[in-house]
């Protein structure tokens, strides 16, 4: 079925007659008798008759004016649907990220974004200790931390480098080793010292400047997420690890960070999964180039 036939019939019908369906459709007079012709002959009979100057429908063409109106208000959902997912006035961005980068590098981020474009459905999920539990399926952006492996990432996704941070050795006020003028991870050893869970990337990040170093750290306390670690250190309870964004944000803490090992200090990367162009949608596409520039540049006219 060539859908352009049934539309053809339709504004004829509307209009009254060939001559003025021409000038709608900016086509010949013949062009549009010749479509009228191949629609009366897939159904069978004739669709108009001659009425005076224009046309008026046959039985046939009166049971078939309501689906070609049905076919035209389709085809307007369909053309709307598609306009608005290209100006990002709908869509859903879903995002699934580690405690870190949820709680430190995305909010600003987001709200930014969102106020671009406050049609777009933002879904976050943050906090992920064990990526086994997420259908990856169902998300269409990862952002972890260095060190962590992705198992069962769709074939079609690349996991490349984000942002660049520094993880900072952090002290409670008053701490002995402060009135050191130089600190090494070596005079961390006999201290009690605050470790992320086994999934964090921060925690892999520094077990592996202890091996670098030949140091067996003291596996003290443990607990879930940044902010359990800063209020931990901030209580007294030890010596701990925080990304140089958390301190940035938490100012509140009353801890001292220090850059250990001296002068580097501890980088570290986060990560961004994503799906090929190919199967980006305007809103992923929107998003990334967001990230990218901190604006974004609709090729729509007017926009």
């Given at each position: 079925?060539?859908?352009?036939?049934?539309?053809?019939?339709?504004?004829?019908?509307?209009?009254?007659?060939?001559?003025?369906?021409?000038?709608?459709?900016?086509?010949?007079?013949?062009?549009?008798?010749?479509?009228?012709?191949?629609?009366?002959?897939?159904?069978?009979?004739?669709?108009?008759?001659?009425?005076?100057?224009?046309?008026?429908?046959?039985?046939?063409?009166?049971?078939?004016?309501?689906?070609?109106?049905?076919?035209?208000?389709?085809?307007?959902?369909?053309?709307?649907?598609?306009?608005?997912?290209?100006?990002?006035?709908?869509?859903?961005?879903?995002?699934?990220?580690?405690n870190?980068?949820?709680?430190?590098?995305?909010?600003?981020?987001?709200?930014?974004?969102?106020?671009?474009?406050?049609?777009?459905?933002?879904?976050?999920?943050?906090?992920?200790?064990?990526?086994?539990?997420?259908?990856?399926?169902?998300?269409?952006?990862?952002?972890?931390?260095?060190?962590?492996?992705?198992?069962?990432?769709?074939?079609?996704?690349?996991?490349?480098?984000?942002?660049?941070?520094?993880?900072?050795?952090?002290?409670?006020?008053?701490?002995?080793?402060?009135?050191?003028?130089?600190?090494?991870?070596?005079?961390?050893?006999?201290?009690?010292?605050?470790?992320?869970e086994?999934?964090?990337?921060?925690?892999?990040?520094?077990?592996?400047?202890?091996?670098?170093?030949?140091?067996?750290?003291?596996?003290?306390?443990?607990?879930?997420?940044?902010?359990?670690?800063?209020?931990?250190?901030?209580?007294?309870?030890?010596i701990?690890?925080?990304?140089?964004?958390?301190?940035?944000?938490?100012?509140?803490w009353?801890?001292?960070?220090?850059?250990?090992?001296?002068?580097?200090?501890?980088?570290?990367?986060?990560?961004m999964?994503r799906?090929q162009?190919?199967?980006?949608?305007?809103?992923?596409?929107?998003?990334?180039?967001?990230?990218?520039?901190?604006?974004?540049?609709?090729?729509?006219d007017?926009?």
């Amino acid at each position: 079925m060539d859908t352009e036939l049934l539309l053809t019939f339709l504004i004829v019908a509307k209009s009254g007659g060939i001559s003025a369906a021409a000038r709608t459709l900016h086509r010949s007079q013949p062009a549009i008798t010749e479509r009228l012709q191949k629609l009366g002959q897939m159904v069978g009979e004739p669709l108009t008759m001659r009425h005076g100057r224009g046309i008026r429908l046959t039985p046939a063409g009166e049971a078939l004016l309501s689906t070609a109106q049905r076919m035209r208000d389709v085809i307007d959902e369909f053309e709307d649907i598609m306009l608005r997912r290209q100006r990002l006035q709908s869509g859903v961005l879903r995002i699934v990220a580690t405690n870190t980068v949820a709680n430190y590098f995305l909010p600003e981020r987001l709200v930014s974004f969102q106020r671009q474009f406050p049609d777009v459905e933002l879904q976050l999920r943050g906090g992920v200790i064990d990526w086994s539990s997420i259908a990856l399926s169902d998300w269409d952006l990862y952002f972890l931390e260095g060190g962590l492996d992705l198992e069962g990432l769709p074939s079609y996704y690349s996991v490349t480098p984000w942002l660049g941070d520094e993880i900072m050795t952090i002290f409670p006020e008053g701490h002995i080793l402060l009135q050191q003028e130089e600190l090494s991870l070596e005079h961390l050893i006999a201290y009690p010292l605050i470790w992320r869970e086994p999934g964090s990337g921060i925690r892999r990040s520094v077990e592996k400047a202890f091996q670098e170093a030949r140091l067996t750290p003291r596996q003290s306390i443990e607990v879930t997420g940044v902010e359990a670690v800063g209020a931990a250190v901030d209580a007294g309870l030890g010596i701990g690890f925080v990304t140089a964004a958390a301190l940035r944000c938490r100012k509140d803490w009353r801890v001292v960070a220090r850059r250990l090992p001296a002068p580097q200090g501890i980088q570290w990367t986060l990560y961004m999964a994503r799906p090929q162009p190919v199967y980006q949608s305007h809103t992923i596409r929107a998003f990334l180039e967001f990230l990218d520039t901190g604006t974004v540049h609709l090729q729509q006219d007017g926009m």
